[in-house]
């Protein structure tokens, strides 16, 4: 067991352009939470998934954010159209069924110019 | 609605003294409390928790917290801190139904020689 993963850790942009980012969970976590960190901020929630369901989202999480989960493994968070206001780092976390400890992965820092 | 308020945003402190981190929350539902630790460029790393029963809660790297449901704190304290305790410290509970965690906006520790 690795732990949580997401890929890539840093991401340059220019405003407009979208993104991908990708969280690989902990193998036998079904519930997956993505997580937005901004600078001097604790994380804000930004959406969950249990097993391959998108249960709650955000109003954090605008028409421009996407995110899937297709097959109850790994997920991916899409920004369309990005601006300034989306740098952040993104955090991705998963825990287990029968347990309250979110594990967290390292983050993707996201730089719009 | 639940939420975390931590009452200091730096904390400086020489090694080897003791230290106490400062967490009050507010929810109206039983509460679940975590305490996780970020090194810089990391994600979060959890020192410990309160679920139910003893409100003395032991963690990791010799941090301790206790949960006081009068005075709706859960402070953090380790008696002797090292140059390795500098990091940043985020209190959260536990939020909707989902599990999706509330966090504080997080005490930068300094550990000065």
């Known amino acids: 067991d690795t732990g949580v993963s997401q890929d890539p850790r840093h991401k340059i942009t220019k405003r407009g352009q979208n993104v991908t980012f990708r969280c690989d969970p902990i193998s036998e976590h079904n519930r997956l939470y993505w997580y937005r960190q901004t600078l001097g901020q604790g994380p804000e929630f930004l959406t969950y998934?249990?097993?391959?369901?998108?249960?709650?989202k955000s109003r954090l999480l605008s028409d421009r954010f996407s995110a899937e989960r297709p097959k109850g493994s790994f997920s991916t968070l899409e920004i369309q159209r990005t601006e300034q206001g989306d740098s952040a780092m993104y955090l991705c976390?998963?825990?287990?069924?029968?347990?309250?400890?979110?594990?967290f992965g390292p983050g993707t820092r996201l730089l719009v110019l | 609605a639940q939420s975390v308020t931590q009452l200091d945003s730096q904390v400086p402190v020489f090694e080897e003294a003791p230290v106490e981190l400062r967490c009050n929350y507010s929810?109206?539902?039983?509460?679940?409390l975590f305490w996780y630790v970020q090194y810089p460029n990391q994600g979060l790393q959890l020192l410990l928790k309160?679920?139910?029963?003893?409100?003395l809660v032991k963690g990791i790297n010799g941090f301790e917290a206790e949960f006081n449901k009068s005075q709706t704190s859960f402070h953090l304290r380790k008696p002797s801190v090292h140059i390795s305790d500098t990091a940043e410290y985020f209190c959260a509970v536990r939020g909707g139904s989902q599990g999706n965690l509330i966090f504080g906006k997080g005490t930068k520790l300094s550990v000065k020689p």
């Open positions: 309160y679920l139910s029963g003893s409100t």
């Open positions: 976390a998963s825990r287990g069924t029968f347990e309250e400890t979110q594990y």
């Open positions: 998934f249990q097993n391959e369901a998108q249960l709650e």
């Open positions: 929810s109206s539902v039983s509460v679940y």
